[in-house]
């Protein structure tokens, strides 16, 4: 999520914002000291058994709420919210802050919610942080145990074999988008459920749906926020409804909108654990979008209802701070929040199986947690995928060497960060519309790509002074880098041609599109490609589409067929990524010693690579020209043969040397065999 995001947009701004930051945590440390003892004075928690808990003396419900009086279960039939309860019982105090209770064998299946007594005041009714399983619309707890909600072959769920993280190559996808166009072919529309159909096709016989995924070649589908959310009506799914979804309420449990019965919790955790395994067995991980640093509100959710005051950041006047743009921000600083990310976490790996996290505006934590979160999520799984937007959307009180921006990428040697610079350096800034990039003859640029194509890596070619959004390497590692021209935000890359170039042919947004992909594919570090991107996916010219109807979301799989000369590029330079390591190198002292930038035409990015043993090519030949005029290039010593020319494959059985022409909005990519 950026909808408000600042960094990379306005360095005075943010130089000045984040000054101001610094100014004003000085002066509340000095003067207000008061606010932060209170919070410190909450005895912490260590066990790992809050929430719903099932051993073989039946379950037991403990709660974190340090402050209270009294906390109250209250049980019920269903989930209503209307509904009265058929049982009310106080949980008896506990050490450390928490209340517990024993649930008897005849309350299983029954719906809860816990409400705690703070100053005398009975707080909102709420399922707790801990729940893991809710009804309709995440109200109320369902007292259920997770682990026996579980679809056929569970057992046997395995996540594919990951060689390296090099390897990777991310697709991002919204849940709701991959299925809803009427012509989808898939029949579980806009649900967890649509990922398990093979064999879908448009009218037209074109393949869609997981099989696409498939033929593409991708290896992690990264979803947007697939955990509780508050915006989807989860009462009225007969009517159409879109979000996003980066309005977190209930952190441990799937979203119900996407669940066909979003009522019963185990039919959720089923369906979404049967979306898992479906692409497991395609040979695709699966990445979740996590969005812990806000929540959809603050009042009557369960943070706040249990523990007002602790979990959030506040301003010296005591108001929330807003460092999220949407209105609050959690504090990753304080013990209990952080144990609380640790331990959702751990969860979504071990009960769902998820094979990596994408922290949304990840600079709203703080490093430390960052990295505590990286070794708890690594020792149980050595091969987790940890990325994040290393930015804020807006000022944060935490201090802004504190948090986990992407300048600090290498204070956080295990977790990678999205590249804004060869994005804007690409396409041109995402916030001015007519702003062209690289690939739209926008010379000035080059070197924002070039840091892209090394990784966000030292490399001595690097001139950091002339690099857009950053003015030093901050990947210690190639794999801490995120390369990527499109996402979910602002415009897709499509519309962000079509508009920045009103006056260019199809034929050369087709080109630019192509060449702009040519270069995250080939580039050094984790390729991320935007769902339907490979189709040129657009969203009708509309910036922000968190909220939009499908008509504007969804994924319009007649495109592939339109549009079948990009897809089958997208596929072949990803074909091409996975076949050449040249491609993947997995150190930045190898892309220093392997990848030397070659002298060019300004509108031209020329390079070449000593390709690793591995490599069934002993050398490579890239060259991208950006410019409105092919460029002849000078090639290397020695006969070469090109796999890829202007925007597609080519028999490499055509011997070239001395130079070669490169297209205009296009590219060279030639190779020595061994
Ligand atoms: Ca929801």
Request: aromatic share 10%.
């Amino acid at each position: 999520m950026m909808i408000k995001e600042i960094s990379a947009r306005n360095y005075f701004l943010r130089a000045f914002i984040l000054t101001s930051a610094l100014g004003v945590l000085l002066i509340t440390a000095c003067t207000n000291p008061e606010a932060v003892d209170e919070k410190d004075k909450f005895p912490q928690y260590e066990g790992t058994d809050l929430g719903l808990t099932f051993g073989e003396e039946g379950a037991r419900i403990k709660v974190w709420s340090p402050q209270a009086e009294s906390v109250l279960l209250k049980v019920f039939e269903d989930d209503h919210p209307d509904s009265q309860p058929f049982r009310e019982k106080e949980l008896a105090k506990s050490d450390r802050g928490t209340w517990e209770a024993e649930i008897g064998e005849e309350l299983i299946g029954k719906y809860y919610s816990l409400s705690a007594k703070i100053d005398g005041t009975q707080r909102p009714e709420v399922p707790g942080p801990y729940a893991k399983a809710v009804g309709t619309n995440g109200l109320r707890g369902h007292i259920l145990n997770p682990a026996e909600a579980v679809p056929e072959g569970w057992e046997d769920d395995a996540s594919p074999p990951l060689g390296e993280f090099s390897d990777i190559v991310i697709y991002e996808l919204h849940i709701r988008d991959f299925s809803i166009h009427p012509e989808s072919g898939m029949e579980h529309k806009g649900k967890y459920l649509a990922f398990t159909e093979k064999g879908t096709t448009t009218p037209g016989d074109i393949a869609t749906g997981i099989d696409h995924l498939r033929e593409m070649g991708v290896t992690h589908v990264h979803l947007l926020p697939a955990f509780d959310y508050l915006s989807v009506d989860e009462s009225r799914l007969d009517e159409p409804q879109f979000n996003w979804g980066y309005d977190p309420q209930n952190f441990n449990v799937p979203e119900g909108s996407y669940s066909t019965n979003p009522s019963d919790g185990a039919v959720r955790i089923r369906e979404f654990k049967a979306m898992v395994k479906a692409l497991h067995d395609a040979g695709i991980c699966v990445v979740m979008d996590v969005v812990y640093n806000h929540t959809g509100k603050v009042e009557g959710l369960s943070f706040d209802a249990l523990v007002p005051g602790y979990y959030y950041r506040y301003r010296e006047d005591g108001s929330l701070s807003n460092a999220s743009g949407c209105g609050n921000e959690t504090a990753s600083e304080q013990p209990m929040m952080r144990k609380f990310m640790i331990e959702s976490l751990k969860y979504w790996v071990e009960e769902y199986h998820i094979d990596g996290f994408r922290f949304d505006l990840m600079a709203v934590h703080d490093i430390a947690t960052m990295n505590a979160i990286e070794k708890e999520l690594r020792s149980i799984r050595p091969d987790i995928f940890i990325y994040g937007e290393g930015w804020t959307a807006d000022d944060s009180p935490l201090p802004e060497n504190k948090r986990a921006l992407k300048k600090y990428t290498y204070r956080m040697p295990g977790i990678a960060a999205f590249s804004d610079d060869i994005r804007d350096g690409l396409k041109g800034s995402w916030s001015r519309e007519d702003s062209r990039g690289f690939v739209g003859n926008v010379s000035l640029l080059r070197e924002s790509v070039k840091f892209g194509i090394v990784g966000a890596t030292e490399h001595e070619w690097i001139d950091y002074d002339r690099v857009n959004n950053s003015n030093a390497p901050w990947a210690l590692e190639p794999q801490q880098c995120i390369g990527y021209v499109s996402c979910h935000d602002n415009h897709t890359l499509f519309d962000k041609l079509t508009i920045a170039h009103p006056d260019a042919s199809e034929d050369d947004i087709r080109k630019m599109h192509i060449l702009a992909h040519a270069i995250v594919l080939t580039s050094q570090g984790i390729p991320f490609l935007h769902a339907g991107a490979e189709f040129m996916r657009t969203k009708g010219g509309e910036e922000n589409s968190y909220k939009s109807p499908d008509t504007v979301n969804r994924l319009d799989w007649s495109r592939k067929a339109q549009h079948a000369d990009v897809v089958t590029a997208c596929r072949d330079l990803i074909a091409l990524r996975k076949a050449h390591p040249a491609f993947r190198l997995g150190a930045a002292h190898e892309i220093r010693a392997r990848l030397k930038f070659l002298p060019s035409d300004t509108t031209v990015i020329a390079y070449h690579i000593d390709a690793p043993e591995s490599d069934p090519w002993s050398e490579v030949f890239v060259a991208f020209n950006g410019g409105h005029a092919d460029k002849e290039t000078k090639l290397p010593e020695g006969a070469w043969r090109k796999a890829w020319r202007g925007s597609g494959s080519v028999d490499d059985s055509e011997e070239i040397s001395g130079s070669v022409s490169v297209p205009e909005k296009g590219a060279i990519i030639a190779f020595k065999k061994r």
